[in-house]
């Protein structure tokens, strides 16, 4: 037992810390931040105001965490973020594929109280910070949970607070609000009808019940629906993120006048509740009850900080790649309006660009305070450029991509700033791709030390047999095939039956810019005269001058069906051009007005389990997944598969690297398919598999006879071994044992 006297007056204890990297704010771009230089061997802080982590995508907001797959519904085929951000969705996936939030704190928390080199203090405020010159030299913050002051000093700080407090309190320059037109040349750029800044939302869960459940409304709830004019969109089998519309506070201070934001937004949120159960309106209401509402807001959008580059809506739209692009984004130009739900516009303006953009570095640093990093929503962008960029799975991307320049910065003792030199940035760009952090547009030189690679096999794409099942052309369907330069392709025997006489026009396709997959180019045009079933020749007189993928097109033709195959191709993949409603309107993007954007159609895949892949032959087969692909560098499907796929036949695979001379190693770094199209959101939509079919779930490396790692229960694409004793060989064999289910497929054996 203590017993404390009487005393004039106390104070609350303090502690100082010292660490090479803190970082400011829990969300996923924090996290990966801050895991990011950890693994990098740096002494990491990291500090979160909350008792979770994740942001908006904790239980604490429930908004499902999304990026450049767009819930798969535009054109960036296999853009999925990756590196640690992938990893992420990935381990989300393997524990979690229900998509309970709850579950996903405890992902992010796990791999944050993990990592060696990371100190995590949650509930902890920072309120003051001192300066030396233009640098930031300490902070000082706050837990009201342990009563602890805190006293936190680095050489280098990140700021990820969503509302940029270190930028703030260190003075750095900053913007708010969104840019007239005249100064970027925006035609995005939103007038004073529509408004200048995104709202907050709160969202809220329903269940059902046995038995009626009554509601009695608070005295604060909206009592009149016709305030919201799209009440009308309101059903009873909304809840959560499919009410993201449910936005208010663009017009107020969205940092100062949170509180009143969300005392508003908890009116319309029962208001909207008390209209489903008790208007009449939805009777299969008796029996639901509101399970949890939001007790903070989820918020869009305060302060943008000032880099050396701002990113505009012409980076995106013409998908610019910057000399320093270290990362990438392909989320819709998404505006809100700022009157949020009591506006009389759309409850969003999106315009996709054709394909993926990146960010540059000398977006993500403060360019008047010299060892700040910026990432999440805080980085260098205009208003209309940040409505695309501040998507979660984008921002945990900018967050490793922070965490890992702050290692770069401390090893040659140099500034964000001098990063971005055109001499240095290379070194950070090969160290994010080496540890599996996709770059678009971008390849590794030299993954494996120039080594010579064989295979056991190779994948040659010349049958896929027919399963007796068939799909109808109910509406334009498409198939993704890779060409070589130089190459024609090949004559296509397709499988198809008609209920009647029918003309079938198959077009090919391409992309204009390389390394795209909107179909804006057409190349040539066969006609198939479809009888009885049987098999169908298809032949096109055109031959490629790039490396590229192609889109064998088939018009909708309900008459005609088409056979089907159980194979399943990494690389490969049927698209239609449809509409996905979470991200469009219709199939085609269409300008309803001068904005600065490209009007083309949508072609998307389907998700599991509802994919499907057309059954045909070709005279001369297609070589894909040629063994070379392991050296080139390439980390995804883009102008090619460059992926090395085994022969169907091969139950044992195994891949050999072999070098004339003895090397050292550090690190290996497997990067393998694991389905980089299919868009992993983390709450609320379930998923289907635990693990995508191709991923290799069960493997072993060898040096010569010696066994240096073997692994089971694999769901990760990027699979990292580090050796304590550095490795000296000759040879590295990879052995596949085991898939989830679909051909293996392997991009590289990345060597440090």
Known sequence: MNIYSQSENRSFPQQQLHADFVVAGGGLAGLCAALAAAREGLNVILIQDRPVLGGNASSEVRLWANGATSHMGNNNRWAREGGIMGEILEENLWRNKEGNPVMFDLVLLDLARSQPGLTLLLNTAVYELEKEGQRISQLKAFNAINETFYQISAPQFCDATGDGVLGYLAGAEFREGAEDEAELGEKMAPGDSFGHKLGHSIYFYTRQTNAPVRFVPPSFALKDITDIPRYKRLTSTLNGCDLWWLEWGGRLDTVYESETIKWELWKIVWGVWDYIKNSGEFPEAANMTIEWVGTIPGKRESRRFMGDHLLSQQ??????????????????????????????????????????????????????????????????????????????????????????????????HISPKALASHERIGELQQRLQTAGCYIPRQRLHNPSRGAHVSVSSEFQLSELPANGQWHSLTERMAVLLPIKAGQALPAIRLPLRGTQPSSLHIELLGSQRSGNFTPDQHYDKCRVDVRDEGDYICQFAWRSDRDQYVFLAFEAQPEISIALTDIQLPGIMTVFNSLNARVAKHARQVADGDYG??????????????????????????????????????LRPEQQTHAWVPALTDKTPTVQWQWDDDQTIHTLTLIQDNDFDNAMETVQMGHVNAVTPHCITHYRLWAGETLLAEVTDNHHSVCTHRFSTPLRTRGIRLEILATAGALPAVYSLNIA
């Open 315 to 412: 980076d995106i739209v013409e998908q610019r790649d910057h000399y320093d692009a270290v990362g990438y984004g392909g989320w819709s130009i998404d505006l809100h309006p700022a009157d949020g739900v009591y506006s009389t516009h759309d409850g969003c303006r999106q315009f996709h660009s054709k394909g993926t953009y990146t960010i540059p570095w000398r977006s993500l640093y403060s360019r008047s305070v010299e060892n700040l990093l910026l990432t999440g929503r805080l980085i260098s962008a205009s208003h209309v450029a940040f409505g695309s960029a501040r998507v979660m799975c984008t921002c945990g991307l900018l967050g490793e991509v922070a965490g890992r320049g702050a290692a770069v910065c401390h090893e040659q």
């Open 597 to 634: 954007v490209d009007e083309f159609d949508f072609w998307l895949p389907r998700r599991l389990p509802h994919t499907l892949f057309p059954a045909l032959r070709f005279d001369t087969p297609l070589t894909c997944y040629a063994a070379a692909h392991l050296l080139n560098g390439h």
